[in-house]
């Protein structure tokens, strides 16, 4: 309970930190598919609040990029059927750069969340007295860093495909730290405020 | 979050049982599976080897689970800090002690589950057999089993290493008397024999488990034939996470207990156990050598025990010789259940 309630205390921060920001007039709804280790489906949604844009030119090259540093919040779930789900509530760093006309971009980014993880089925549990008990819903808390690499095409202003993959880490797991992909395949669009 | 105190029904149990739980104790969350004929009212609890790089995949995928769960209710489990457990945890909380409270939760978890009147056997390999010998000689516990089955489980680590030595020289005689590629097993014999038996540090350690991947090539077909060679259990479709698997192995709480494991010498013990007894070995594991399993048989208690030596297979008789392994398992559960 303690963990259900910190994520929708998180969400409310987030959407309020959203809704405070007026230089954000446009915000990209991203919708993905949030596949842990690529084929345990999920569902992702996220949106992006630039921060920073900015040019970069190759003078030899004569080529212009175009880089926004943008800070990324996300919800987002996934099924082991066999094993668990757990729901992520995250936010991602990164830097977009696109080539100047062109609409393919790519953008490498850091991530920090809070996991929290169910187990599948009914969990069994010791108790101090001997016995044992069963919850029917049993989670555990992860932070879990993330690196992410995402590529993407603008097909229209409003319009965006994208696929990323992520290796993540929950901390403090077991003895040390856990190692685990994603794989996101999404899209993003944006709603006019 | 519902939260219900022990429960007295006990649930169904039909021919195709597929279920999936998890135990909790303490902080560490441990996946069951159960996977089987629950009409048999037979359970087999496996606990896998290891320590740290196993998983309950181990059995689940073998060949010969298949056909045990026709007959029963096969109970694979991941132990804690391996494959898919997880939780907070301490360098502290890996102790073998801690590794046996886990299987006390288990067989009070199936019988909370399933009724006191099932059968439970326990079936371990290597170090899942080690931690089951441990397992019986606490307190009463073995009472609650009709039988354990030893697969390549030592009661007396230490000892391991100089045993694998000496099979590396028996089994390098033995070729060489045959007159099979002499030169090649003359030299595994002038490495080992260099070896000081009375002190194996960690270069010697290396040598032999360098000398055994020797022996396995010089022995080629004659030891297994090569579908049944051991690949590692197949994840992609199964429960279990390989990269959590090795992810687990980097971890500092468990070279510390590897430490632990290596010193663990139960032999004098060992009378105490009384239940039936199978212990299966194969011919050239010289990393738990058949000579290791004719010291558990000696001093076992147990008065109905037995002892195989599969003479096809090294470390995982169960899936080199699937047919005379299930043969045998079958036989002993069927006689004791």
């Not at chain 2, 998890?22 to 996977?35: E, L, R, S």
């Not at chain 2, 196993?54 to 056909?67: C, L, P, Q, R, W």
């Amino acid at each position: 309970m303690k963990n259900l309630n910190l994520l929708i205390i998180a969400l409310f921060i987030c959407y309020g930190a959203i809704s405070q920001e007026s230089k954000f007039k446009e915000l990209p709804i991203s919708v993905s598919y949030y596949g842990y280790n690529a084929f345990d489906p999920g569902l992702k949604i996220g949106t992006q609040l630039q921060l920073k844009t900015w040019k970069k030119t190759k003078r030899r090259k004569d080529i212009i990029k175009h880089r926004t540093l943008f800070l990324s919040p996300q919800l987002g779930g996934y099924v082991n059927l066999k094993n668990h789900s757990a729901l992520l509530l995250n936010t991602e760093l990164g830097i977009e750069t696109s080539k100047m006309n062109r609409r393919f971009y790519n953008t490498p980014s850091l991530g920090l969340g809070y996991l929290t993880q169910f187990n599948s089925g009914i969990t069994y549990s010791l108790q101090d007295d001997g016995s044992v008990k069963k919850k029917t819903i049993s989670t555990t808390g992860y932070l879990m860093g993330t690196l992410n690499y995402e590529i993407g095409q603008h097909i229209t202003q409003n319009f965006t495909w994208f696929t990323k993959v992520s290796l993540a880490s929950k901390l403090f797991y077991n003895t040390g730290f856990s190692v685990s992909t994603f794989l996101e395949l999404g899209v993003k669009f944006k709603l006019k405020r | 979050m519902v939260l219900i105190s022990s429960c007295k029904k006990e649930e169904a149990l039909s021919s195709d049982m597929e279920e999936q739980f998890y135990i909790k104790n303490g902080n560490v969350n441990m996946p069951v599976w159960i996977d089987g004929n629950g009409t048999s009212k037979t359970f087999i609890i496996t606990v896998h080897g290891g320590p740290i790089l196993g998983s309950g995949n181990d059995f689940y995928n073998a060949t010969f689970a298949e056909e045990m769960e026709e007959k029963y209710v096969m109970v694979y489990w991941d132990q804690r800090h391996t494959a898919n457990s997880h939780g907070h945890l301490k360098n502290e909380d890996l102790t073998v002690d801690a590794f046996i409270s886990d299987i006390r939760l288990l067989v009070q978890t199936l019988k909370l589950k399933y009724g006191d009147d099932i059968s439970l056997f326990l079936m371990g390999h290597s170090w899942g057999g080690m931690l089951a010998t441990n397992y019986l000689l606490k307190e009463s516990y073995q009472g609650d089993f009709k039988g354990w089955i030893n697969i390549a489980g030592t009661p007396d680590a230490p000892q391991e290493l100089i045993e694998s030595a000496k099979l590396l020289l028996t089994i390098s005689e033995e070729e060489i008397s045959k007159g099979n590629k002499v030169t090649e097993w003359q030299d595994l014999v002038n490495t080992v024999s260099e070896i000081d038996t009375n002190n194996i540090d960690k270069v010697a350690e290396k040598t032999l488990a360098d000398q055994e991947n020797v022996m396995f090539d010089l022995l080629g077909d004659q030891r297994y034939p090569e579908q049944y060679r051991y690949k590692g259990a197949s994840t992609l479709f199964s429960p279990a996470d390989d990269l959590l698997l090795f992810s687990n192995l980097i971890h500092s709480g468990s070279l510390e207990f590897l430490e632990v494991v290596n010193k663990i010498d139960v032999v004098d013990d060992l009378y105490k156990i009384t239940i039936p007894t199978l212990i299966q070995f194969g011919k050239y594991d010289s990393g738990t050598s058949p000579v290791i399993g004719q010291i558990l048989y000696d001093n076992i208690g147990a008065p109905e025990k037995f002892f195989d030596v599969y003479q096809h297979s090294d470390h995982f008789c169960f899936t080199q010789e699937p047919d005379l392994f299930l043969n045998n398992t079958i036989n002993f559960i069927e006689t004791y259940k």
